[in-house]
């Protein structure tokens, strides 16, 4: 199982990008596919999630309002639109997945830089 995030970058404070994973060698259409992130000397933290089973939708407090997650099931692709960036968004960002019914996240992608400029 392969998870490839691409699309990040260095943007200006109050811009925008699109983070997208493609999975390959499983399906998730059932199960959740998630975002996390960390910044320097910070430990992982959780940004955003969408459980394919009902298409719920979870977000950080941090993020709420601003980045939004969307899935692909077709393509087995998960995105995160993030907008009105901050500087204090700066981090690596990880895509990862579960099977429906699992606790733990056991698929990770290789994580993406995106750094926000003040």
């Known amino acids: 199982v392969q998870l490839q995030a691409s699309g990040g970058g260095l943007v200006q404070a109050g811009g925008s990008l699109r983070l997208s994973c493609a999975a390959s060698?499983?399906?998730?259409?059932?199960?959740?596919m998630g975002w996390f992130r960390q910044a320097p000397g910070k430990e992982r933290e959780f940004v955003a999630s969408?459980?394919?089973?009902?298409?719920?939708?979870y977000y950080s407090d941090s993020v709420k309002g601003r980045f939004t997650i969307s899935r692909d099931n077709a393509k087995n692709t998960v995105s995160l639109q993030m907008n009105s960036l901050k500087p204090e968004d700066t981090a690596i960002y990880y895509c990862?997945?579960?099977?429906?019914?699992?606790?733990?996240?056991?698929?990770w992608g290789q994580g993406t830089q995106v750094t926000v400029s003040s």
């Open positions: 990862a997945a579960r099977d429906r019914g699992a606790v733990t996240y056991d698929y």
């Open positions: 060698g499983r399906t998730f259409s059932s199960g959740t």
């Open positions: 969408f459980r394919g089973s009902d298409s719920s939708t």
